[in-house]
């Protein structure tokens, strides 16, 4: 029988769909036109090494505007210049979980016992709160994404692409809260300083993402607006939360 070499790319027919091929890729699938026989050495040379430094890129791009210009990379993105940018949500996870690593922020936050019942409830839920607190981190992007949605309608965004700015305002925070961390195990006076910037950080994103639309009063307003009513959504969450723990103990 006679060996067919079943990596010989035609020059029109791709191998994953067998659509014709006019360029360097699919236009359906995205496989690229040229394909190679995988070998130990290549997978080593090329597709590991490749791969990694490529996802390296992506992330390094999108911190580096993540910290220079977040509000613009964010309607950037929102605009379709999406390729060199690393998933700004899949990103956040990967902070996240280095912020779980650094083991500052889990635990107990006290024994769940007191004296007073109503104590011992808020107790027992900032405990629950702190073994679940990366689905906390997470959670307060759809908050943020809500609030700009609401107070900056001259935008003309929709919800979903209020979400990601929201991602690039809290992939910051979360960073800055990372290098605090990380920080204070070497001076807590450096901590006390750098820390509390992740609160404002959102400030600097949603100021370029609103820049030309609001007077600086008008954006000031909305921006106190904004964190009343994150601070707002936040206590009522908890306090929900301590409810459902009291109605089903009961």
Not at 82 to 99: A, E, H, P, S, T
Not at 165 to 181: E, K, M, N, R, T
Request: hydrophobic fraction near 50%; charge should be positive.
């Amino acid at each position: 029988m006679e060996n067919i070499n079943i990596f010989a790319m035609s020059s029109t027919g791709c191998l994953n769909c067998s659509e014709i091929i006019l360029g360097n890729y699919c236009h359906k699938c995205g496989q690229k036109a040229a394909t190679h026989r995988i070998t130990a050495k290549h997978f080593i040379a090329h597709d590991l090494v490749h791969g990694v430094w490529h996802v390296d890129k992506g992330i390094t791009f999108t911190l580096k505007e993540t910290f220079t210009r977040p509000g613009y990379a964010a309607l950037d993105y929102i605009a379709g210049k999406r390729i060199k940018y690393y998933n700004v949500f899949y990103l956040m996870l990967l902070v996240v979980g280095f912020l779980i690593l650094a083991g500052d922020i889990t635990g107990d936050v006290q024994p769940a016992t007191h004296n007073n019942p109503d104590v011992a409830n808020i107790l027992y839920v900032l405990n629950y709160a702190a073994r679940y607190i990366k689905y906390i981190f997470l959670a307060v992007v759809p908050l943020l994404a809500f609030n700009s949605f609401t107070l900056f309608k001259k935008l003309r965004l929709n919800y979903a692409e209020n979400l990601i700015i929201a991602g690039f305002s809290l992939l910051g925070s979360y960073v800055i809260f990372l290098l605090s961390i990380l920080i204070g195990k070497l001076s807590i006076t450096l901590e006390s300083i750098i820390g509390p910037l992740m609160m404002f950080f959102p400030i600097l994103v949603y100021y370029q993402v609103t820049r030309g639309k609001y007077r600086l009063r008008s954006f000031i307003f909305r921006m106190l607006a904004f964190y009343g009513m994150l601070l707002t959504e936040i206590l009522l969450l908890f306090f929900l939360a301590v409810k459902i723990y009291v109605f089903t103990k009961g």
